[in-house]
């Protein structure tokens, strides 16, 4: 009898920055509860779901179809309980539904970046989730597109910067890295989460390839400290 094979998302880096956008957003909501938990798997089943997915797409793997929908069952029960108890985070699952369809779209269009785009905009949702379910979502919104904008410049640098990408990477971090200065020099000293970034606008000025298994440690490392400033500095 040949063992069950479980299909779900093998990616390490995709749960990586997925946990450390939910840790943040927690942390930044100042609590943590049975709702934070149930939240936590219910995202977790949705990412879970991602590659078995992709797969029906690419007309393969027809037999992970019963998990898939298992996992979007139980994901979908766990984020109408959140709803039931903080109505207002509707507003974010809505995005979220639509940046996850935008990206499966663009990939199947072939458009990688629009693609690449959409995915970390969903991910950077999942830290204004779970910061949201403790309540006063409108202060917490701002996660989304800090996360947004350091996830895309991390797989800006990974995914398409030893490619003809490279000239993208470092317009992306150069641009964000000047925005920063400025609004640090304003006294928004959140803006020293972005930080991190010199190293991709250093990066990209260099001509040699680099090592995926080195690059994905490197934006663990980065994206930590980046979430680790976000936790420490308050938004005002």
């Known amino acids: 009898m040949g063992s069950l094979n479980i299909p779900y ?3 390490p ?12 957003g927690t942390v930044k909501a100042g609590r943590i509860d049975l709702t934070s938990i149930i939240l936590l798997i219910s995202l977790a089943l949705f990412l879970m779901a991602k590659t078995p997915f992709s797969n ?9 179809l019963a998990f898939i929908l298992l996992y979007i069952t139980i994901g979908s029960l766990g984020c109408l309980y959140s709803i039931s108890i903080q109505p207002s985070m509707l507003f974010l699952y809505i995005a979220g539904i639509i940046l996850i369809s935008l990206y499966f779209i663009f990939g199947r269009k072939g458009f990688l970046l629009l693609s690449e785009a959409s995915g970390m905009a969903t991910m950077g949702l999942v830290s204004a989730i ?7 979502i409108l202060s917490k919104i701002y996660l989304w597109p800090m996360f947004f904008i ?3 410049a991390s797989s800006l640098r990974v995914r398409f910067a030893i490619t ?3 000239l993208l990477s470092r ?12 609004m640090i020099y304003t006294g928004k000293l959140i803006f020293l989460s972005f930080l991190p970034l010199l190293e991709d606008f250093y990066s990209a000025l260099k001509v040699k390839k680099e090592g995926f298994k080195r690059l994905g440690v490197l934006e663990t490392i980065k994206a930590l400290i980046f979430a680790f400033i976000l936790i420490l500095i308050d938004k005002d």
């Open 9 to 11: 998302t093998r990616e």
């Open 164 to 166: 003809k990408y490279r």
């Open 56 to 64: 029906i797409l690419k007309k393969k793997g027809r037999s992970e």
């Open 13 to 24: 880096g995709s749960w990586i920055i997925f946990a450390i956008a939910f840790v943040t």
């Open 130 to 136: 779970a910061a949201g379910v403790g309540g006063e």
């Open 150 to 152: 350091f996830y895309f």
């Open 171 to 182: 317009i992306y971090s150069g641009i964000i890295l000047t925005v920063s200065g400025v």
